[in-house]
């Protein structure tokens, strides 16, 4: 019998990459989604990918009933967490929101978990957590002090996740750092596809590129950095999901533990140069306008990977041509996302 592994947000840009790793490795999907931020359309493309339709739950991870339901329907290994709120500007002028979604969702998710027994997670953590160590090579034993709203819900959760694990015996519980996660799967049949105007680099790229925004603005253009524009570390979205595959199978192979990694690949990419990358893999301009820093951002990081690498056994395998060859076929194939 497949282990089924529940999936919080398992609809959306990385949880439904993760739903493809997760198959190719022998796993079986369970998502657990309320669409306010994904479409379903996004697991139908995982079955084309796989030949496997993933189980689908819509419900939202605040909803405690519902949670307590899907834990009753079957056996359940172990839970992914991707279910959230995840822009850094939108963040510091709706603070209450991501506290209200964010804390509140990985709350009631802890909880049923605890209810049902099951004590194997992995957690969507971030960078942000960081803030402003005046380093640019990050590593998991820096001092955490983020600098915006979405950033210290994550840090909250990691400490919740942290009591939790001291508390009680038997939790076994990844907190995975990510830094950006880029690109899209190589059949170009899912990708990221933010509502509205993306708050992210890579899809405003790409709808630039592909026609669908005029012009791209880049926060920033005086960071202490070689170019001007701010430098981070773009990791591929599916050497990400194979991150998460790595981590659970580590999990579930060893004693009870709490694990705190970076996934990214240990370099760092400026804006300026990430938009180049991508005028090459689609032989389009990308016009652009140097705007204000963004309240919250910082002028460079990127990760040190070696724990990851120690632990697991992972690396990532994908370059910033890769990824912006992935991206331009995502968007060129879906130039209005998922919806047409």
């Known amino acids: 019998m497949q282990p089924v592994v529940l999936i919080t947000g398992g609809a959306g840009y990385v949880g439904s990459h993760a739903c493809v790793a997760l198959i190719e490795s022998g796993y079986l999907p369970l998502v657990l989604d309320n669409f306010s931020n994904s479409s379903v359309e996004s697991l139908r493309r995982v079955a084309r990918i796989t030949g496997v339709q993933p189980q689908l739950v819509e419900a939202d991870v605040r909803d405690a009933s519902a949670l307590d339901s899907v834990f009753r329907s079957g056996p359940i290994h172990a839970v992914m967490h991707f279910a959230g709120l995840k822009a850094v500007g939108e963040s510091t002028v709706q603070p209450l929101r991501y506290y ?40 998991e034993d820096l001092r955490c002090d983020p600098v915006n709203p979405y950033g210290r819900t994550k840090w909250m ?20 750092r990510y830094f950006n996660p880029v690109g899209a799967h190589a059949s170009g049949l899912i990708g990221e596809d933010p509502r509205g105007v993306p708050n992210n680099l890579m899809p405003y790229v790409s709808q630039v ?16 950095t070689p170019d001007g524009t701010g430098v981070r570390d773009y990791i591929h979205v599916m050497d990400l999901a194979d991150g998460h595959v790595a981590t659970l199978r580590h999990l579930l192979a060893t004693p009870p533990q709490l694990l705190t990694l970076n996934l990214g690949t240990g ?74």
């Open 157 to 176: 959760i990691e400490q919740m996740l942290a009591d939790l694990a001291a508390s009680e015996p038997g939790w076994r519980i990844a907190r995975l």
């Open 267 to 340: 370099r760092g990419t400026s804006v300026l140069e990430m938009i180049r990358a991508f005028e090459r893999a689609s032989g389009r301009a990308v016009p652009y306008d140097v705007v204000d820093r963004r309240p919250g951002d910082i002028a460079a990081c990127w990760a040190d990977a070696t724990r990851a690498a120690h632990v697991l056994g992972w690396r990532t395998q994908r370059g910033i041509d890769d990824l912006c060859r992935d991206a331009w076929r995502w968007q060129q194939a879906n130039p209005r996302g998922y919806g047409g």
């Open 209 to 224: 590129a592909v026609g669908r925004l005029d012009r791209l603005r880049v926060f920033g253009g005086d960071w202490p």
């Open 100 to 139: 209200a979604h964010n804390l509140a969702g990985t709350l009631a998710l802890a909880k049923a978990m605890q209810r049902a027994g099951v004590r194997n997670l992995v957690f969507s953590s971030s960078a942000t957590v960081y803030g402003e160590p005046g380093i640019e090579q990050l590593h």
